[in-house]
């Protein structure tokens, strides 16, 4: 475990259901990140969070929409999903954004099957 | 951010030591150098970073060139759990994310 843990680890959902990611952090850190994992794709940055607030949207469309209720927990939540949104979500967590002196913790994160 | 090169894919036997090089020709004075790697299906895992001098932690060393234009990420004795994609990230101080490149493919051979 890393101290960043994501649920749930597997979820297919059809295009037509809501769903939501869930991801907690049990490091004290004030930073939470979400990125996508496409099979054979490079990690993309979709969201940034910073003491709760949003500071970045990387372009993502509307049928992703995160929440970030406190430090420690961040949220995915998920409606009209297209077959290509199929991938791995990935939550990090860090002391600053940055994540300066000890990096990004990422989770395990969640197999997303839409279909 | 300066961007990075690393080679797609590299072999090294078990036991020995993992040599793995990134190029970051276009790299400012406030840019550290960044590795993190990603065993199959899990989230990327930090290893080590730098600014100027070499670093060495319990996983690896990091050797930066004198000029800064490159670096090395060394694992003293490869194990099989190694396998993994390795990636070199150049992060700007006060930078808002990490973005990742392709990576690196290291592959440990009994």
Redo the contacts between chains.
């Keep these: 475990e890393t101290g960043v843990t994501q649920t749930p680890r597997h979820l297919v959902m059809g295009m037509t259901n809501k769903k939501s990611l869930k991801c907690e952090q049990h490091l004290g850190h004030n930073a939470m990140y979400w990125y996508k994992q496409s099979a054979k794709k490079p990690l993309e940055l979709m969201f940034v969070y910073s003491l709760e607030e949003r500071v970045e949207n990387n372009s993502v469309p509307s049928r992703f929409s995160p929440e970030c209720p406190n430090s420690s927990h961040l949220f995915l939540h998920l409606h009209t999903l297209q077959p290509e949104d199929s991938a791995l979500y990935l939550c990090a967590s860090s002391q600053g954004l940055t994540g300066l002196n000890y990096g990004y913790t990422f989770g395990s994160g969640t197999r997303l099957t839409v279909v | 951010d300066a961007k990075t090169t690393q080679p797609p894919s590299m072999d090294c036997a078990e036991g020995r030591a993992a040599n793995l090089p990134c190029n970051h020709s276009t790299i400012s004075g406030n840019e ?1 150098v ?1 590795w ?1 790697r990603q065993i199959h ?6 290893i080590i ?1 730098g600014l100027k001098n070499n670093e060495t932690n319990e996983m690896a060393s990091l050797i930066i060139t004198e000029d800064r234009k490159s670096s090395t990420l060394i694992l003293p004795h490869a194990t099989l759990r190694d396998t993994a994609v390795y990636y070199c990230i150049v ?1 700007i ?11 690196t493919r290291l592959t440990i051979n009994p």
């Excluded at chain 2, 299906?41 to 930090?46: D, L, M, R, T």
């Excluded at chain 2, 101080?93 to 990576?103: N, P, R, Y």
């Design positions: 550290y960044y993190y299906s899990q989230g990327p895992q930090y970073h992060v101080q006060g930078a808002q994310k990490l973005v990742f490149g392709q990576g």
